[in-house]
C-alpha cells in the first residue's frame, strides 16, 4: 500500500478551523440557525463520503446523512468543543448507520416470515443492481457490507477521507496499532470479497 | 486494490433540499430549554456542575438527618446531631442573655422530649428524664454565672429574670398537665422531672437573680401575714406542695 493521493497526514481540521467550528457551535447552540447552517455547508461533503460506503446505495447514504445532521441540530446545544466538530458528526453518523442497520435486521426478521410465503422471494431483481453493477464503488460498497463496522469505518476514513493512522485513532477511539491492525485485517478480507482486484 | 478509493459527492439538489429542511426546523429544535442548569446559569461542562449536584446531594441528606434528628428521643441514634446543632447555635449566642434563652429553649426541648417519651415510649423516659435534670441545671448554673459576673447591669437581671419565670411558668403548666394524662408507671419519672423544674422555682433560688444588696433592716416579706383574697406578690403564682410518694 503506497502513499495514498487523497493522504492528510494532518487532523481532520486545524485548529483555527477548529475554534472557528467550536464558536458556531456555540452560537448555534443559542439558537441562531445560520451558525449551524455555515458548519452544514463545511461537512456535509464529509459526511456523506463516510455513510456513503457503509450503506447499500447513494439514497440510504442521503437518508443517513440527512439523519445525521437531523440529530446533530437537535444535540449541538450539549456538543462540547473538547471534541472536534467533525469528530462529534462521524461518531453521529456511527450511531446512526448502526440503528439503521439494527432496523433492517429487525425487518429482515419480518420478511423472513414472507418468504417462507414466497419461496422465490430472494430472486426478485434489486431495482439498483443493474444501476451500479459497473460502479468501483458499489463493488467495493457491495464488499464492504461484509465487513465489521469499525472496519468499515476505519477504512472509509483511511482510503476516502485519507486520514493517517494517527487521525483514525482519535477519530474513532482506538490506539494507533490496534487502527493498523483492523486496517490490516480488513483489506485482506476486502481482498477475499472482491474478486476484480485490478479494476479497482 | 488501488491505493483510493472514489470520493463520492452528494447531489447538489440533495444538500440545498436539505439544508433548507435544516433551516426550517432550526428555530423549533434551538430554542432554548429552561433546565435547572441553566437557572443556575452553570454551562454546560462547568466543573461547578458536579460540585453543585453534590452540593445539592449533602443538603438533602443533612436536611432528612435534621428532620430525624428533630423527632428523635434521648437515647435514639440521631439524638446527638440535634444536641450538636444545638451546640451550635449555643456557641454562637453572643451575650449572655442570648445565651440563657438558647439554654431555656433546650430545657423547653428536654421537657417536650421527656412528654413523648412518658407518654409514648415509655421505655425512653428514663434517659429523657436524665436529659431533661441536666439541660435545667445547664440552665440554672448560666443563671447562677450570670448572677455572679461582675458589671452586670440591671437590665440584664431583669431580663434573665423573665427568661427563667417564663421558663418555669411553661414547665410547671406542662407538667400539671402531664400529670394527669401519664400513665401510672410514668408518674416517678414525672416526679423526678417535678423535682428538677422545682430548681427554677424563686424559693430554690432566692438571690439567683437579685443584685446583692447591703442587708436592711427591711420585714422579712414572709413574715407579712398572707390573705386567701389576695393574688401572690410579685406576680409568682404560687404551688400547691405536691403530696409525698412512696
Not at chain 2, 407518654?119 to 448560666?142: G, I, K, L, Q
Amino acid at each position: 500500500m503506497g502513499e495514498l493521493p487523497n493522504s492528510r497526514s494532518e487532523a481532520p481540521v486545524s485548529s483555527a478551523e477548529r475554534e472557528e467550528d467550536a464558536a458556531l457551535a456555540r452560537r448555534a447552540g443559542r439558537g441562531e440557525a445560520e451558525a449551524f447552517g455555515v458548519l452544514y455547508d463545511r461537512y456535509v461533503d464529509q459526511v456523506y463520503r463516510y455513510t456513503f460506503y457503509r450503506v447499500r446505495n447513494e439514497a440510504e447514504a442521503e437518508d443517513v446523512t440527512s439523519e445525521v445532521f437531523m440529530r446533530a441540530l437537535r444535540a449541538i446545544p450539549k456538543y462540547e468543543p473538547r471534541q472536534a466538530f467533525l469528530a462529534w458528526l462521524y461518531r453521529i453518523a456511527r450511531n446512526a448507520i448502526i440503528d439503521r442497520s439494527r432496523r433492517q435486521a429487525s425487518r429482515k426478521q419480518v420478511s423472513f416470515e414472507d418468504a417462507l410465503a414466497h419461496p422465490n422471494a430472494d430472486q426478485v431483481v434489486n431495482p439498483d443492481e443493474g444501476l451500479l453493477a459497473g460502479s468501483d464503488a458499489t463493488a467495493v460498497r457491495r464488499a464492504m457490507q461484509q465487513l465489521t463496522p469499525l472496519q468499515q469505518e476505519i477504512l472509509v476514513l483511511r482510503y476516502v477521507e485519507g486520514f493517517d493512522t494517527k487521525t483514525i485513532s482519535k477519530l474513532v477511539g482506538k490506539r494507533d496499532g490496534t487502527v493498523r491492525g483492523i486496517e490490516f485485517r480488513a483489506l485482506n478480507a476486502l481482498r477475499a470479497l472482491i474478486p476484480s482486484r485490478e479494476q479497482l | 486494490m488501488s491505493d483510493r478509493l472514489p470520493r463520492p459527492e452528494p447531489r447538489d439538489a440533495f444538500k440545498r433540499a436539505l439544508r433548507a429542511q435544516l433551516m426550517a426546523q432550526a428555530p423549533t429544535a434551538l430554542a432554548r430549554r429552561e433546565t435547572v442548569w441553566s437557572l443556575v446559569a452553570l454551562p454546560q461542562g462547568s466543573w461547578l456542575r458536579p460540585a453543585f449536584a453534590v452540593a445539592a446531594v449533602f443538603v438533602l441528606l443533612v436536611a432528612g438527618a435534621g428532620k430525624a434528628a428533630a423527632d428523635s428521643l434521648p437515647g435514639d441514634l440521631t439524638f446527638g446531631l440535634k444536641t450538636a446543632a444545638e451546640e451550635l447555635q449555643l456557641a454562637l449566642a453572643l451575650d449572655d442573655t442570648t445565651r440563657l434563652k438558647v439554654l431555656s429553649e433546650d430545657a423547653d426541648h428536654r421537657l417536650a422530649e421527656l412528654t413523648r417519651a412518658l407518654t409514648s415510649r415509655p421505655e425512653a423516659a428514663p434517659t429523657a428524664t436524665a436529659e431533661y435534670a441536666a439541660a435545667v441545671a445547664r440552665f440554672t448554673a448560666a443563671v447562677d454565672e450570670l448572677r455572679g459576673k461582675p458589671g452586670t447591669s440591671e437590665d440584664k437581671r431583669t431580663e434573665a429574670k423573665d427568661v427563667v419565670d417564663a421558663a418555669r411558668q411553661k414547665h410547671e403548666a406542662v407538667l400539671d398537665e402531664l400529670e394527669k394524662t401519664a400513665p401510672e408507671d410514668a408518674q416517678q419519672g414525672l416526679e423526678r422531672a417535678r423535682q428538677e423544674a422545682d430548681k427554677l422555682r424563686p424559693s430554690n433560688t432566692p438571690d439567683r437573680l437579685r443584685t446583692p444588696e447591703p442587708t436592711r433592716a427591711v420585714p422579712a416579706r414572709t413574715a407579712e401575714p398572707t390573705r386567701a383574697s389576695e393574688p401572690p406578690r410579685g406576680g409568682e403564682p404560687t404551688r400547691t406542695p405536691l403530696p409525698t410518694r412512696p
